[in-house]
């Protein structure tokens, strides 16, 4: 079946700095990714949608110049949460699906990676 | 504009005991229903799914949901739980028109008791 792959799983770093999660799809093709937070005993939020080639389509209320997504081939998409504060501390889930054939409309989700900011 | 109300943040049952989590969803076209499971630090797992034809659709770990048109509802179950099944479980909705977005409801806990 698909899988993805979240990378990393978690990581802690000092207010002020920036952080880079990947997320691969493995052995499918994922036009569409998308990029979830979620806060402790919350659901998930939406903070973009990103497809290959072209520029993120944000929330409203998600920073853009903050959470930098890049979704440079159809393989992988990048989130970088950029001068990191104790408030971006969360769970950050991506998933991935393809826009029509057998796949089409599942996610197929990350473990997701766990971000500390001290 | 589509939502999804899951009735319930906790839920307890006795191993053994049928489980039944609540969806109720709102769409104004014909929605696409899922729902996932999630243990604690991981990402989503894929239950089950409805985009079309049979109403009532089975998924993994035993577990099976209804697409009720008339309720707007798609309810999990379980005949029998397992302490394994103990997770956050999450209803979500999608449809075609435009976006591909998914809404996801607030969870439901899912505690079982031995």
């Known amino acids: 079946g698909a899988v993805v792959s979240q990378h990393p799983s978690r990581v802690i770093c000092k207010s002020g700095t920036s952080v880079k999660i990947e997320c691969r799809s493995l052995d499918f093709q994922a036009t569409t990714m998308f990029w979830y937070r979620q806060f402790p005993k919350k659901s998930l939020m939406l903070m973009a949608t990103s497809n290959e080639g072209s520029k993120a389509t944000y929330e409203q209320g998600v920073e853009k110049d903050k959470f930098l997504i890049n979704h440079a081939s159809l393989t992988l998409s990048t989130l970088t949460v950029t001068s990191a504060h104790p408030e971006d501390s969360s769970f950050y889930i991506c998933?991935?699906?393809?826009?029509?054939?057998?796949?089409?409309?599942?996610?197929?989700f990350g473990a997701g990676s766990r971000l500390t900011v001290l | 504009a589509q939502s999804v109300t899951q009735l319930g943040s906790h839920v307890s049952v006795s191993e053994g005991a049928l489980v039944l989590l609540r969806c109720n969803y709102s769409s104004s076209v014909p929605p696409y229903l899922f729902w996932y499971v999630q243990y604690p630090n991981q990402g989503l797992q894929l239950l089950l799914k409805?985009?079309?034809?049979?109403?009532l659709v089975k998924g993994i770990n035993g577990f099976e949901a209804e697409f009720k048109k008339s309720e707007t509802s798609f309810h999990l179950t379980k005949p029998s739980a397992h302490m394994s099944d103990a997770a956050e479980y999450f209803c979500a909705v999608h449809t075609t028109s435009g976006t591909y977005k998914y809404i996801f409801g607030t969870g439901t806990r899912l505690k079982v008791l031995a």
């Open positions: 998933s991935a699906t393809v826009i029509g054939g057998p796949g089409a409309n599942v996610l197929t």
């Open positions: 409805y985009t079309t034809g049979a109403t």
